[in-house]
């Protein structure tokens, strides 16, 4: 991973978290206009997404927005031109490429995610959120039909009760509410949300980086299905992990949990 890449006109930023880290940061610099998405920023999310997945350099992603707000959504000055014709365009679709994005994805939430941002957030795999941050989806505010997934994800984290509540009423959800509910992980003061998420993925990028990638992989594959089915898949990709394993890699497994065996555990 090289230096900052200036993509939309440096409107999505992408740099590494530290000189040398294996943990990107992508920001989305538009703070003016608390980072409303354009088309142009759109296609760039979605294109830093599908380069990060596939860099060996990256372990983790954090992202972030810059300023006020997390993303205030789709700028609905250009909304004709963003929602029409291109909604099953994978390619320029920013959820999209971080759902299939190999690397985990932890969002910094500082300020407003609404609607488009929302779906975003949702798809993170782990979320840090400021003290002041709120969740909002206004879809039926505006008359937009939400076709990022927030009408299905939400009600699968935090209850279909919770979550027709939420859509329909347009109401915020409040840190608090969201950590509460299983939709945040950390809530952190808003001046320690990107440093907490940073800190969350560096955490990640310490661990096994190839089992990393088929963990988060097979747990959210396995989300998709009924129980039974999801454990049949944790056994088929397991069988499959230490088929293809050599001699020489369970050796080094061996040494590695016996090198860490001998060290003072940690009391957490």
Known sequence: MGAASPDSGDL?????????????????????????????MMISLAAAFRRLGADDAVAAVVLAGRGRAFCSGVDLTAAED???????????DPVAQMELCRKPIVGAIAGFAVTAGFEIALACDILVAGRSAKFLDTHATFGIFPSWGLSQKLSRIIGPNRAREVSLTCMPVTAEMAERWGLVNHIVDDTEVLSKAIEVAESIARNNRNLVVLYKSVINDGFQLDLK??????KERGHKYYSGMTKEQFTNMQKFIQGRSSKPQSKM
């Open 229 to 234: 089915h999801a454990q049949a898949l944790e």
């Open 82 to 92: 963003v929602f029409k014709g291109d909604v099953k365009d994978v390619a320029t």
């Open 12 to 40: 999505i930023v992408v740099e590494p978290a530290r000189p040398g880290s294996p943990v990107a940061v992508v920001t989305i610099n538009r703070p003016a206009a608390l980072n409303a998405l354009t088309k142009p």
